[in-house]
């Protein structure tokens, strides 16, 4: 079964601190993708990162950065000098490779404090 | 996620009534993915539909619930005779499907409230 985990409820951190944010996925497809989405408190869910099953060089764009590991099934986030306006859920998720549907973790809550 | 839009963002409904919520897809984009979020919790997959057809219903649960995508129109997910557990965000995305990509778009949820 496809199963995403995201074992960390809620992170606080104070401002420019870095931070990483874990994610570890199981799945029997050979084919699939992985994604990060936040979700602010205004609540829409906001698309950061996809990536695929068969790239596995890490990623950084601006101060977030992805370390995607097939070995230990894990694709984690991090946030460099954190920012107040980082602080929201951030939500891992797996795609189902015949249907594309989405598997997701239960989330991650980051406080980010002044 | 720009383009997928939902209406409305957010609903109140009493107990026993009806709910309907609609999600119009990206231009281009034929499969339509339906999610729920309850408080305080992840999304959880409800339905696929592509136009015309239910794909993947495996989420949905068995009784009140049921979800379209006619040839022409929005999709819409109906919610009879809701209940307070009803209460939550639901999401819509929309992808063009097939095998060249799986990239999700997902429109602002709509926010149901059962009193």
């Known amino acids: 079964a496809q199963k995403v985990t995201q074992a960390q409820t809620e992170i606080s951190v104070v401002e420019k601190e870095d931070v990483t944010l874990d994610c570890v996925y199981e799945t029997r497809d050979t084919t699939y993708y992985l994604f990060w989405y936040k979700q602010p408190p205004s609540g829409e869910l906001v698309f950061l990162i996809r990536?695929?099953?068969?790239?596995?060089q890490n990623e950084i764009s601006g101060r977030y950065s992805w370390n995607f590991q097939k070995s230990t099934s894990s694709f984690n986030f991090t946030i460099t000098a954190s920012q107040v306006v980082d602080s929201a859920v951030y939500f891992c998720a797996l795609s189902d490779n015949n249907t594309d549907k989405l598997i997701f973790g239960t989330g991650t809550r980051l406080q980010v404090f002044p | 996620n720009a383009g997928v839009m939902q209406n409305p963002r957010h609903l109140v409904r009493r107990r026993g009534q009806e709910a309907r919520l609609r999600c119009s897809p990206m231009k281009g984009h034929s499969h339509v993915y339906w999610y729920r979020q309850l408080p305080e919790e992840g999304l959880k997959f409800m339905v696929y539909l592509q136009k015309e057809n239910i794909i993947d219903e495996s989420g949905m649960p068995k009784e009140r619930f049921s979800a379209e995508f006619p040839k022409e129109g929005p999709s819409i997910l109906r919610i009879q005779q809701v209940v307070r557990g009803d209460s939550a965000a639901y999401f819509c995305?929309?992808?063009?499907?097939?095998?060249?990509?799986?990239?999700?778009?997902f429109g602002q949820g709509t926010r149901l409230t059962v009193v």
């Open positions: 990536r695929n099953s068969f790239d596995e």
């Open positions: 995305a929309s992808s063009p499907g097939g095998s060249a990509v799986a990239e999700a778009f």
